[in-house]
């Protein structure tokens, strides 16, 4: 009696469950490819209020797409054993899957964050299956164009309440990478994003406050360590801005180009560095071999760097790491030995350990070492560096501290040794004034006894001149009345009055010079301020010369005006006549001539004598001197010297013309004409 009851409710059953089972297959297929509960699967640290796991796939051959990875499940995937995930590098993607879920009392609204190194890309792929939401984002797009504009990458996510959320994630990078992702309240993020900003633009500031003093350093002292450090600094600098995400703003359409700029940057600030350690710690005297190895190393790792800036294979990047790393471990032995060994260097290798340990962690980090992975997903790189630069500031500091010391005692020892040299300078200078003083006195006396008996010698040549004419001309008139006498009139009577005559001549001519030079070497004689006619003053000359016959005297029909004392000057045109007809043949003529050439007037004597030997020309002018010819015929050599010196007190000048060594003398005297005429 209960069978058709029995029926009836089995179909009653059958059609009310048949709904429920086609719903629940979905779900119990997506609850099978997203399990949030925990356990095997491996945890993933989420805040209060969400639970979720994660779960890495690798794709090498990246081959995986977005339908594929949503019917995957769990079990496809090997549950992550720690919270940092780590890849191959080499652009080999790996997907995560991260399975999340919020309870009715959670904030839906979070940004998944990722700590660790770079990642050149990545792909977030959320929501239902289907309505699922890509997001695309890596380490060298710009910050403006990232879902969340911070420097760390960061992907903004809002969670339903109740069931699990799949979110697949693709990795993939150039080096091996190690990431840390992080659910965090948006306020949060903000407030973390916030703090590092401000400790990396420190961090940046600094560096650049330090590249710039120690280029100053450099281009003032000229300290290669300096230099070097500059160099190092700009490259840590430039490799600070391009690995934070900055450097997309400058390109922010060539993130291969940004890769590579960073890379070049690394290199070149780790090579610097390396260089300013050798240069600093006085390698090349405390330790010679450690130098030539660092400097090998130094540059394969410049080598290294070029090459791997292209897009360059895993094994090179992973060999410019280890180049470096190699470089860094000697690096740092050196520095705690110097520690304790070299006070001269002590300073510059306790300021240089701080960044050489933050710099191996940075190596470590990209090497996937987990301790230097972890130091980076804290910034420990930054502080090291941080305390690296205000520990070289002070060093720099003190260093600058002892120069102005230094500089300060050295002025003080100049000082003193000034004050020391003035007071020396001053006593030797009174003792030096006080003899001059003496000096000078007795110069003034000796030019006062001198001036007398200049005085006196000029009073006796006076009277000697005065007590001689008068004799002279008796002797001179009784020759010539001698000679008008008839009964005188014999041959050896005549020639007899002509040898007093010119005896009487020489000794006149002997005197003038005496007086002549007298007042030369005085230079009492001015020559008046007159103008004379030159052709006069010639004429009297030679009427007046001892032969006048034998001189044959050219003159010009117009006027020679030259400003002169006709005395002094005839004096001396006289001893040239009378030296050419002393000279010369008794029978051989003696030319004097007179020509205007521009503003000067030439007096021109020439004789038909023996001439003037050729190492006699430099000293006929001399006083005493006599050449070879001369020195048979009467003379004291004073002549030529008394009449120069009165040709240029004239304002003119006496030479021997050239090219008459033997066929006689020629001598030239030239005046300047008067202003009226040379106009």
Known sequence: MFAPWLKTLRKALAWLLLPGLLLALPMAAWGQACNASGGATGTWLLPSGLRGTMMVLPD???????EQLATLPDSAFAPAATTTVTGPGGMRPVWLRLCVARTAGAAQDWILSLRGTPVDRMRLLH??????????????????????????????????????????????????????????????FLQAQTRGAGVYGAYLGMILMAAIVNTLFWWRLRATEHGFYAMALAGILGFSVLYSGYGAYVLPAAPTLLRQATTVFYAAGQVAFGLFAIVALRMHLYYPLTRRALLALMGLAGLLGVLAAGNAPLPLQLALNGTLLAGMQPLMVVCLHALRHHRGVRLYALALLPLQLALLLVLAGIAGVPG??????????????????VSLNLV?????????????????????????????????????????????????????????????????????????????LTISMAAESLGQDSAAQHDVAQRSLARVRRAVGRMSALMENCVAEARVSEQAMSPPEQVHDLRDTLQTVVADSTAPERVRLDLPAAVVPVRHNAKLLGLAVSNLIGNALQYAPPDSPVDVSLRISGAQAHITVCDQGPGVAPHDRAHVFEQFFRGDAARSLPGVGQGLYLSRAMVEQHGGRLQLLPGRSSAGACFQISLPVAATVAA
Do not use: C, I
Request: charged content about 20%; overall charge positive; hydrophobic content about 45%.
């Open 60 to 66: 090498p051959g990246g081959t995986l797409n977005a």
């Open 396 to 472: 720099l500091a003190q260093r600058a501290w002892r120069a102005q010391q230094g500089r300060a005692r050295a002025q003080a020892v100049a000082l003193r040794a000034s004050r020391r040299s003035a007071a020396e300078l001053q006593a030797m200078v009174a003792g030096r004034t006080e003899q001059l003083q003496l000096e000078v006195a007795q110069r003034r006396s000796a030019q006062e006894r001198l001036a007398q008996a200049l005085q006196t010698q000029r009073r006796f040549m006076s009277m000697v001149t005065h007590e001689f004419r008068t004799p002279l």
């Open 372 to 389: 230097g992975r972890w130091a980076l997903e804290h910034d420990w790189p930054t502080y090291g560096v941080l305390v690296h630069l």
């Open 127 to 188: 929501g239902t299956h289907a309505a699922q939401t890509v997001s695309d984002s890596g380490a060298w797009q710009p910050l403006a164009s990232r879902d969340v504009p911070a420097r760390r990458v960061a992907f903004a996510l809002t969670l339903p309440s109740g069931q699990p959320q799949a979110l697949h994630l693709r990795l993939q990078g150039h080096n091996a990478w190690a990431v840390k992702p992080e659910l965090v309240a948006p306020r949060v």
